[in-house]
């Protein structure tokens, strides 16, 4: 079943000087409950536009996005969004545990007063096991690391019981080891959960070992150079699975895709 569907989804921005600036150029993609798809793209190509458009965290110019048959026009509970930058998700002035509070009164839809009356530690400490976190309720985002940041991010959204999860290069800030472990706990999350995920990266590899479909856009808000179905086996493993012939025959041909060695110019390619 599709549970987001685009339709000749499009976005044109006025710039500061008033000219008119291409965000995307009319796309249309249709994303099956509980995949995995990634966007990837070279900078500029509208890949977060994209994303805002199905959070609806903005209106598209053109076309419409609709998540479970139901047109979008703002936020749907459904859906929840995970910023590259965790200063963005989480709350500075409140503790890792009022952040995840936070997420949780949005879950209820409760008013601050009676969320405040509900005792969550419990609930709000499994949250935290769930993103390999735990005893940092007391803490402030400011006294972890990157990673453990996104982690509480994560740990939030997940708190709002999203059935899609929307994540924008949500691990790009974070050290290369820290990644690898971050990947590894969204593919869970995303398992266990039974989430529908779209991942937004710049990192092809991240895009091929993560996905069961990556989406290339072309450059300047060109739209969708091509949909690649990765058929790699599950669970996927950090080594194994880079090593993989297959893996590698992907990475080529959209790496070739993306820099432009492959001419995209004759509508969207289906890698296979
Ligand atoms: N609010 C805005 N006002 C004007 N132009 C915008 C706005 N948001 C995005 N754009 C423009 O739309 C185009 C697509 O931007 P977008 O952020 O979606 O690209 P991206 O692929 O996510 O880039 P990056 O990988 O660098 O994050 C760019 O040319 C960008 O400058």
């Not at 994303?31 to 990634?38: I, N, P, T, Y």
């Not at 669970?235 to 297959?246: A, L, W």
């Amino acid at each position: 079943m599709t549970t987001v569907r685009a339709t000749r989804v499009g976005k044109r921005y006025l710039s500061a000087s008033r000219e008119t600036v291409t965000g995307l150029s009319p796309v249309d993609l249709a994303v099956e409950d509980g995949a995995f798809v990634s966007i990837v793209g070279r900078s500029g190509c509208g890949k977060s536009t994209l994303l805002r458009l199905i959070a609806g965290l903005e209106q598209p110019s053109l076309g419409a996005v609709e998540v479970d048959g139901v047109r979008v026009t703002r936020p749907p509970d459904s859906v929840r969004y995970v910023f590259q930058d965790y200063g963005q998700s989480l709350l500075p002035w409140k503790t890792v545990g009022d952040n995840i509070r936070f997420g949780l009164r949005h879950a209820y839809a409760l008013t601050e007063r009676e969320a405040r009356r509900r005792d969550w530690d419990a609930l709000i400490e499994t949250k935290l096991r769930e993103v390999g976190l735990s005893g940092v309720a007391e803490r402030y985002p400011s006294e972890l690391s990157g990673g453990m940041q996104q982690r509480v991010a994560i740990a939030r959204v997940l708190a709002a019981r999203p059935k899609i999860l929307l994540l924008d290069e949500p691990f790009s800030a974070v050290d290369a080891l820290s990644r690898a472990m971050l990947q590894d706990l969204v593919l869970e999350i995303w398992r266990s959960h039974g989430l529908t995920v779209l991942f937004v990266t710049h990192d092809i590899d991240e895009a091929i070992y993560l996905s069961d479909r990556v989406i290339v856009l072309g450059p300047h808000g060109r739209g969708i150079d091509a949909d690649a179905a990765v058929r790699l086996e599950r669970p996927r493993h950090q080594v194994s699975t880079r090593s993989n012939r297959e893996y590698l025959r992907l990475r080529g041909e959209i790496f070739d895709l993306v820099m432009g060695a492959q001419d995209a110019s004759r509508g969207v390619r289906a890698l296979q």
